[in-house]
């Protein structure tokens, strides 16, 4: 009998040697004009790490609006030479389509009017009328509204293929989540305040997701006390002023997500509320110029004050 637990013991400690303890991975990079973070929780080693890391310098490489040397760049210059993989048309394809979905309040060919505005070159200046209008009759691609949600989609479909348990991925505020939180808990997620400090609310989300925020805060210049944000009005070529500071989607899929946060951001708080109404798969928390902040009925939010958006209006 004493012999039987030796070998036992032998064997649990055997087996137990064997099992590759699982790690909390983490690692910050900059990419995409932003700073990234990534956690990974996984007992298969730290490849899918570094494998996220080189993917997310990839994309960056080919699809930047500002480095002349990019693919999307030669192809907005009429570089003869430039052709497209599949998965890189069907990228393009799916941006055309997010345009249309949002009656092109989310528009990835908007590049020559960012440019004008001195976003591309960091050169700041309000344009004349003319230029704006000029610029928004020259279609130049620009995925920047889409491009983080894309790549995070990409990172959770290789944490997938890599069998890692869980990941938080933070590709410059826009957050994904990978499977269940290690404590088993759901994943809390706060709202940057747009003035800055402390989150202004807090998201409970559960399982694999993107919580993804546009605001007026996150790049802006200012001339004459007057502030110039990023997030371009298609119609008009001027920052959007529909009344809000921020809003943040939360969605299955990232680059929807991403699409959505820009376009409700232009649509403003009411036409915003009624493309929701009308349509399924994501909710949205709206934060307005005057700090009020509207959340659809949906969305698990706390630590503050908030109006639901029904589905009736
Ligand atoms: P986001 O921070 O995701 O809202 O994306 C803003 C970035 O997308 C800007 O820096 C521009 O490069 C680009 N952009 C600005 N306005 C729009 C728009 N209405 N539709 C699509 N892309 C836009
Ligand atoms: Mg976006």
């Known amino acids: 009998m004493k012999r039987m637990i030796g070998f036992f013991a032998a064997l649990t400690l055997l087996l137990g040697g064997c099992a590759p303890a699982e790690q909390h991975l983490s690692q910050t990079l900059f ?6 973070e990534l956690q990974i929780w996984t007992d298969r080693g730290d490849d ?12 960056e490489k080919t699809w930047s609006a500002t480095d002349e040397d990019s693919l999307l760049s030669r192809r907005n210059a009429g570089a003869g030479d430039v052709t497209l993989d599949d998965e890189q048309m069907e990228l393009l394809n799916r941006a055309l389509e997010l345009k249309n979905f949002t009656g092109g309040a989310f528009d990835p060919t908007i ?6 505005w001195g976003f591309y070159d960091g050169q700041y200046r309000v344009p004349e009328d003319e230029e704006v209008l000029q610029a928004m009759f020259r279609s130049q691609w620009d995925l920047g509204a889409v491009m983080k949600g894309y790549a995070g989609d990409a990172c959770v479909k290789l944490l997938e293929e890599s069998g890692a348990r869980c990941g938080l991925l933070n590709l410059g505020g826009n957050i994904q989540t ?12 706060g709202i940057q305040n747009p003035d800055g400090g402390e989150s202004v609310a807090v998201l409970s989300i559960n ?5 993804v925020t ?15 944000h990023h997030i371009i009005d298609p119609k008009s070529g001027y920052p959007a002023s529909s009344g809000l500071r921020s809003v943040t989607v939360i969605c299955r899929d990232g680059m929807t997500a991403d699409a959505l946060s820009t376009a409700l951001f232009v649509m403003g708080l009411h036409k915003g509320s009624n493309f929701w109404r009308n349509n399924e798969g994501f909710e949205v928390v709206f934060i307005t110029t005057g700090g009020d902040i509207y959340a659809t009925q949906g969305v698990a939010i706390s630590g503050c004050e908030y109006e639901v958006i029904s589905r009736e209006e």
Do not use: H
């Not at 399982?207 to 919580?211: I, K, L, Y």
């Open 214 to 228: 546009s605001g007026d805060y996150q790049r802006y210049f200012e001339i004459d006390g007057v502030k110039y």
């Open 207 to 211: 399982g694999t997701m993107a919580v």
């Open 48 to 59: 899918v790490m570094n494998t996220c890391v080189q993917m997310l310098q990839n994309l």
């Open 178 to 189: 990978y499977g269940t939180k290690p404590d088993g808990r759901p994943w809390n997620i």
């Open 111 to 116: 590049g020559a009017i960012s440019q004008v």
């Open 31 to 36: 990419s995409m004009d932003t700073v990234m």
